[in-house]
C-alpha cells in the first residue's frame, strides 16, 4: 500500500456520517465497530508496508552484497514479494534478493535487519500467539480454534504444531548449550552464583498430605474417592552461625533408633 492508499484509508475514516439516532439492539453499534477496526487494520496495514518498502529501497540500492556464509560477493537478483500475515490482516512487499554462486544459494539482507527468518511466514508477534495457543491448548485443533476466536487469525493446526516444534527444539537446543557452557567452567566458576544476593544456607523441606475434594458427578470420581494426595515444598532462606568446631559432636538419637528410621 502505497500513500495515496494510506490517505484514501485516512480520508474513508473522516468521512464516515455522525452517530446519530438510537442503536438498536446493539447492531449499529456492531457495524461501526467493524467498519472502524477494518479502517484501523488497513491503515496499520499500509505503514507497515510504506516503512518496508523504503527499508528495502535501502537495502537493495547496491549491485551485490556479501554472502553471510562464504563472505564473498554476491549479485543482485529481482525482488521476491514477501507475504507475511501480522496480528490483524496480512502485509506484502518486495524483498531484496541476492543469490551467491559459490554458495548456490540466495540470501536476504532485508530479513537480517528485521529479524525475521526468511522460513518464516508470519510476523513475530502472530508467531508468539501461535507457539503460546500451541503450548496452553489441550490440541493443536484447538489452538486453532482459540486464535480464531479470541485474536481472529485463520491458522490451521499443522502450521501452529510446526511452529510450537520448531521453536521447542530451539529451545532445548539452547539449554544444552548452556549446560555444556556451564560443565566447560572451572570448578570456582561453577559454584558461584549467578546472583548477586546469595542466600547463607538455603533450605528446602518437602511434605505430603491428604485433600477432600468437592464432590463430582461421575463414576470415576465415585471409584476413585474424595481424598488425594498433596506434595508441598518450602523454600526457606537462612542464617547459619560458623563455630570452629562441630557443635554436635555425638549423633541424635531419633537419628539412632533404627526402628524409627525404618518406618
Given at each position: 500500500m502505497r500513500r495515496g492508499t494510506q490517505w484514501r484509508s485516512a480520508q474513508q475514516c473522516a468521512a464516515?456520517?455522525?452517530?446519530?439516532?438510537?442503536?438498536?439492539?446493539?447492531?449499529r453499534f456492531a457495524e461501526l465497530e467493524e467498519e472502524a477496526c477494518q479502517l484501523g487494520d488497513a491503515l496499520a496495514a499500509g505503514l507497515i508496508e510504506m516503512r518496508l518498502e523504503e527499508q528495502a529501497a535501502r537495502a537493495g540500492a547496491t549491485a551485490t552484497a556479501c554472502c553471510p556464509n562464504c563472505r564473498r560477493p554476491a549479485r543482485a537478483r529481482e525482488p521476491e514479494p514477501r507475504?507475511?500475515?501480522?496480528?490483524?490482516?496480512?502485509?506484502?512487499?518486495?524483498?531484496?534478493?541476492?543469490?551467491?554462486?559459490?554458495c548456490r544459494k540466495s540470501f536476504f539482507p532485508q530479513s537480517n535487519i528485521l529479524s525475521l527468518d526468511p522460513d518464516h511466514t508470519v510476523?513475530?508477534?502472530?508467531?508468539?500467539k501461535m507457539v503460546y495457543a500451541g503450548s496452553n491448548s489441550a490440541s493443536f485443533e484447538q489452538a486453532s480454534r482459540d486464535l480464531a476466536a479470541r485474536a481472529e487469525l485463520s491458522i490451521s493446526a499443522q502450521r501452529i504444531m510446526r511452529a510450537t516444534w520448531r521453536l521447542g527444539q530451539a529451545r532445548l537446543q539452547a539449554r544444552a548449550e548452556a549446560v555444556t557452557r556451564y560443565q566447560q567452567l572451572p570448578l570456582p566458576e561453577q559454584q558461584r552464583s549467578p546472583r548477586d544476593h546469595v542466600p547463607e544456607v538455603a533450605c528446602v523441606q518437602v511434605d505430603g498430605g491428604r485433600i477432600q475434594i468437592r464432590e463430582r458427578r461421575g463414576e470415576e470420581t465415585a471409584k476413585a474417592g474424595f481424598w488425594r494426595e498433596t506434595k508441598v515444598a518450602c523454600l526457606?532462606?537462612?542464617?547459619s552461625e560458623?563455630?570452629?568446631?562441630?557443635?554436635?559432636?555425638?549423633l541424635p538419637e531419633s537419628f539412632a533408633n533404627l526402628a524409627r528410621m525404618a518406618e
Open positions: 464516515l456520517p455522525p452517530p446519530g439516532g438510537l442503536l438498536s439492539q446493539g447492531e507475504l507475511a500475515p501480522k496480528r490483524r490482516g496480512e502485509v506484502t512487499w518486495q524483498e531484496p534478493t541476492y543469490y551467491c554462486d559459490r510476523s513475530p508477534g502472530v508467531l508468539k526457606l532462606r537462612m542464617h560458623r563455630h570452629a568446631s562441630n557443635p554436635c559432636p555425638t
